[in-house]
């Protein structure tokens, strides 16, 4: 009996053990199952980004911009969609505020004065009727007013910059003008509204006219910064706070500029520079001006197979029809109307001509004047860049291969030749439009720097090829040609450097100043001017710096024949966007990727790029013949791993958006119709 009570009892102890075995390895596998299956729901979904909110419209809008604020009751959307300015509590998904800045009145307004304008031009100039329908004048009309609407500030600081013109009688007797005119429009004066915005209810806090002759305001830290260059040799920059409206000028003094001295550019008096825009020439008004091969790649590549088919037909018929319009052109010009030639005489009396070259002959004794020079941010103060050409060298080069021996053209165009037939095309009218040669500028230049507190120039000297000056941390670079000379704060002078090519582009950071040009990125120490390291690269874009010391750099696929023959066109070439993560200190590629797109926001874990393709409004384009086969408009976002480069995921709108802004795990798009966030969760 005793020998069947312990047997019994070590049957219970095993049961209870594997009882207890089988409820912890239960729990366990409960535990990996939900931990699996989140990893699975985390993976392909959690971790893509998806519809968050939305706001919509009905009309089509081309402007806009937005960007996100962290508050106490969560993340908050400020934006400017077209005419709305307007926030939204992201949390709660409601609307906090919205304001209409473009009204149907003001559209009206616009429109009834246009109207007026037109019926002068036909009864004193014999022009004839804007031939435009009067839904798509209208829907024009409203998206310029809106188009004339920029959003500045940050976080809960709103500032909206507007155009108006301004009778010249109610402008302070300084500002206005004393010639008397016939003409209504001449007795207006353009100026700058800024209104600033109480972030709490929509409501303007304070409004100012600017009425200095600015084209535009730019954003420079906490304030809105203005610069006019006057006639008497001042450059006025202004500067208004954008905490409390408050506004300070500074004034630098050059000798006096002559009557309608041409602004200057950025890059100084770039003779060279600027490249074509058009794309394919579908539309016989299009043509006569030179094509950009890569907006032609793009758009043949995304239109659709019919459209590619068709493509050499409609190159043919479009060409065939601008040369009819070109020849009419003549005509008229020779048989002009009354009413047209005194139109032109009193154009010409009003505008006399000026034979516009490099080289100022009014000044022979090679000074620069208040006209050659330009206001360069730098930190809180400006440098004052003034460049001016005195000896001219530009230098004419062939940018194309020679036509095929054998044109594919002189057969049959098929399925097999096809885009050897529209290349032909193309390339051709790129020649007869002035597009297969390329001016490089060998001109000498004399270039002074001058800080505006400093009471004379910091640095004067003579360099070869169009000037360009960048304001960097804690250096200045002057680029011009194929050499660089890098100064300090104070524009001393501290070494020099040749490179291979042109300069595109420089930043400085930790010690190095990076300098990249068409075809090579170089690592400088910016203390001496040694290299450090070099990257080949042709089409080198930007570079973004992490807080672990690594760089990524926006470059593309091309290669040293893409320089040499930049105008020559090619349908199927696809140039890729490439992102190289490099370290800064040795210059060593880590990874290399082509995600689809440049980057154009890095912070931590997040880096994200995204491109667009808009073949125009859908709207619009149902009454133009060529608009089905030009391919569906998108915008795709990508977010790239930093750690080696892979596509963590890709977003596709199957939209064009007007912007795209980033905060970290959260992305705010304004579309033509529409405002969108996208959100997803990051671990």
């Not at 094509?291 to 065939?320: D, F, Y």
């Not at 140039?575 to 200190?585: E, G, N, P």
């Not at 408009?633 to 080696?644: E, Q, S, V, W």
């Amino acid at each position: 009996m005793e020998a069947a009570v312990h047997i019994g009892g070590k049957f219970a102890a095993e049961r209870e053990y594997w009882r207890k075995v089988g409820l912890v390895s239960g729990a366990v596998g409960s535990v990996l199952a939900c931990v699996f299956g989140f990893w699975i729901w985390y993976a392909w979904i959690g971790s893509q980004p998806h519809d968050y909110f939305r706001v919509r419209w009905d009309a089509i809008s081309h402007s806009g911009a937005s960007w996100i604020v962290d508050g106490p009751d969560g993340k908050q959307l400020l934006f400017l969609h077209g005419g709305t300015l307007a926030r939204y509590n992201l949390k709660t998904k409601q609307k906090v505020w919205s304001l209409d800045l473009v009204t149907q009145q003001q559209v009206a307004d616009a429109l009834k004065a246009e109207d007026e304008a037109n019926t002068r031009s036909q009864h004193e100039d014999g022009e004839n009727p804007d031939p435009r329908p009067g839904r798509i004048r209208e829907k024009e009309t409203r998206i310029g007013l809106e188009s004339e609407l920029s959003l500045h500030g940050s976080g809960t600081t709103i500032w909206v910059a507007k155009p108006k013109a301004v009778p010249v009688d109610q402008m302070a007797s300084a500002n206005a003008s004393d010639d008397n005119s016939d003409n209504p429009l001449d007795n207006f004066r353009q100026v700058i509204e800024l209104t600033h915005y109480d972030w709490s209810t929509g409501n303007v806090l304070q409004q100012i006219t600017v009425t200095n002759n600015f084209n535009a305001f730019t954003d420079h830290g906490d304030e809105l910064v203005g610069i006019e260059a006057r006639t008497n040799g001042a450059q006025i920059v202004t500067h208004i706070s954008m905490n409390d409206g408050t506004m300070r000028t500074e004034e630098f003094f050059g000798p006096p500029a002559p009557e309608a001295a041409p602004a200057t550019q950025f890059a100084g008096n770039d003779r060279a520079s600027g490249g074509p825009q058009d794309g394919l020439p579908l539309s016989p008004r299009q043509g006569g001006q030179p094509l950009n091969p890569a907006k032609v790649a793009e758009q043949a590549q995304n239109m659709t197979l019919p459209g590619r088919i068709a493509l050499p037909a409609l190159i043919a018929s479009s060409e065939h029809n601008r040369q009819i319009i070109e020849e009419a052109k003549r005509d008229d010009n020779q048989d002009q109307s009354p009413q047209k030639r005194r139109a032109a005489r009193r154009s010409a009396s009003q505008h006399p001509a000026s034979q516009q070259s490099g080289l100022d002959e009014s000044d022979d004794d090679g000074s620069i004047r208040s006209r050659d020079y330009t206001m360069v941010p730098d930190g809180d103060n400006f440098i004052a860049f003034g460049t001016r050409m005195i000896k001219e060298n530009l230098v004419e080069r062939d940018a194309m291969r020679a036509p095929p021996k054998h044109s594919a053209l002189d057969g049959d165009v098929n399925m097999a030749n096809e885009t050897e037939a529209v290349n032909e095309q193309l390339n051709e009218i790129q020649r007869n439009n002035g597009g297969g040669t390329v001016m490089e500028d060998q001109s000498t230049y004399k270039v002074v720097i001058r800080r505006t507190t400093s009471p004379e120039p910091d640095w004067t000297g003579e360099v070869i090829g169009t000037p360009q000056f960048y304001a960097l941390n804690t250096l200045n670079v002057l680029a011009a040609g194929k050499t660089i000379t890098v100064f300090d704060k104070t524009n001393k002078k501290l070494w020099q450097a040749s490179l291979s090519y042109g300069v595109t582009g420089s930043e400085e950071t930790n010690g190095t100043l990076y300098v990249f040009d068409q075809a090579v990125l170089t690592a400088f120490d910016e203390s001496n001017g040694n290299v450090r390291w070099r990257i080949p690269s042709v089409g080198v874009d930007s570079l973004f710096f992490d807080d672990n010391g690594m760089i990524y750099i926006n470059t593309t696929s091309g290669n040293p024949d893409d320089i040499k023959y930049s105008r020559q066109i090619d349908i199927t070439k696809s140039t890729q966007a490439i992102v190289m993560k490099v370290d800064s200190t040795k210059g060593t590629i880590l990874w290399r990727s082509t995600p689809g797109a440049f980057i154009s926001y890095v912070s931590g874990k997040f880096i994200y790029g995204y491109r667009v393709y808009d073949p125009g409004d859908e709207e619009d384009n149902a009454d133009d013949a060529t608009s089905a086969i030009m391919g569906t408009a998108f915008l795709k976002i990508y977010r790239i791993n930093p750690d080696n480069g892979h596509l963590l995921w890709e977003h596709d709108e199957g939209r064009a958006a007007v912007d795209v802004e980033f905060d970290k795990n959260t992305i705010s798009i304004v579309l033509k119709k529409e405002v969108e966030v996208l959100h997803f969760i990051s671990l």
